[in-house]
Nanobody, 117 residues
Framework: QVQLVESGGGLVQAGGSLRLSCAAS????????MGWYRQAPGKQRELVAK???????NYAESAKGRFTISRDNAKNTLYLQMNSLKSEDTAVYYC???????????WGQGTQVTVSS
């Protein structure tokens, strides 16, 4: 089992920045891919960015050029640096970890990001 705890959300003005963190614990050796997803009110959960254990990244079009995903494998922590935030970035942001060998996917409890215009 893997436990994920997000932090760093909050209220920020449009154009501002936030950095989200996700601390992983438990069977972290099994994790291959980690990612950030978000869900706005009335919308489906969507991928923001993901990163493999080797550092390869993938971003949603809406995140390219503004967000940066990174991970510190030694600290078992995932980050999302969000710059130039827009009101449409307002959502609950969730951390996800995939253990491909186990066919398992784990989720954090989410952290609210609110961008005021």
């Amino acid at each position: 089992q893997v436990q994920l705890v997000e932090s760093g959300g909050g209220l920020v003005q449009a154009g501002g920045s936030l950095r989200l963190s996700c601390a992983a614990s438990g069977s972290t050796f099994s994790i291959n891919v980690m990612g950030w997803y978000r869900q706005a009110p009335g919308k489906q959960r969507e991928l923001v960015a993901k990163i493999t254990s080797g550092g390869a990244t993938n971003y949603a079009e809406s995140a390219k050029g503004r967000f940066t995903i990174s991970r510190d494998n030694a600290k078992n922590t995932l980050y999302l640096q969000m710059n130039s935030l827009k009101s449409e970035d307002t959502a609950v942001y969730y951390c996800n970890a995939e253990a491909l060998f186990l066919s398992a996917s784990y989720w954090g409890q989410g952290t609210q990001v609110t961008v005021s215009s």
